[in-house]
């Protein structure tokens, strides 16, 4: 299995107890959906397989895991910080129709004021909202995904169009 093969649910985030049992930080959306009997764990740019014997789905993102053959802390440290990964027949399907707004990564963003700012390079999710990082010359332009900010998306030519508030570009052109 490569990482080519496979897609990115999230990592190791510590241990509990004694008997090898760890907790799994998702940085997958829809983490309960997945089907986890086995995981590749990055280790030295390789993905090793583990084997799930039991796991149970928190609240906040985490779940507790404990692996065949890790039966001791000891065993279950090593992994600590590592990158899961599941292959990708496992991948779930998503509805055509489910928009989500890190669907916008790579759109160009063009304002009505300013014309091309640049492509959003990342969007961050704050507990208000929604906020899109973008390459403006060299320099990182964010702005709030807000309805009243957005005129229009087009997902076949993958252009978003905004009109943000007067002078907010202004600041990072400076």
């Known amino acids: 299995m490569t990482i080519d093969q496979s897609f990115y649910i999230g990592y190791i985030s510590k241990t509990r107890g004694l008997k090898g049992e760890v907790q799994l930080f998702f940085e997958f959306e829809e983490y309960e959906s997945l089907n986890i009997d086995v995981v590749f764990v990055e280790v030295n740019k390789k993905l090793v397989p583990y084997f799930v014997d039991t796991i149970k789905f928190q609240k906040n993102s985490t779940a507790y895991v404990t692996f065949e053959d890790v039966d001791h802390i000891d065993k279950a440290q090593v992994l600590v910080r590592k990158k899961l990964y599941l292959s990708n027949d496992k991948m779930p399907e998503r509805d055509p129709d489910d928009f989500r ?26 507990p208000q909202q ?32 905004v009109e943000l508030p007067e002078g907010l570009v202004d600041l990072y052109k400076e």
Do not use: C, R, W
Not at 131 to 157: Q, R, T, Y
């Open 101 to 126: 707004y890190t669907d916008l990564i790579g759109f160009l963003v063009i304002d009505e004021n300013h014309g091309e700012l640049g492509q959003i390079t990342d969007i961050q999710e704050f």
């Open 130 to 161: 929604f906020v899109a990082s973008v390459n403006m010359d060299g320099k990182e332009l964010m702005f709030p995904l807000s309805d009243d900010l957005i005129l229009g998306i087009d997902g076949e030519e993958e252009i978003i169009e």
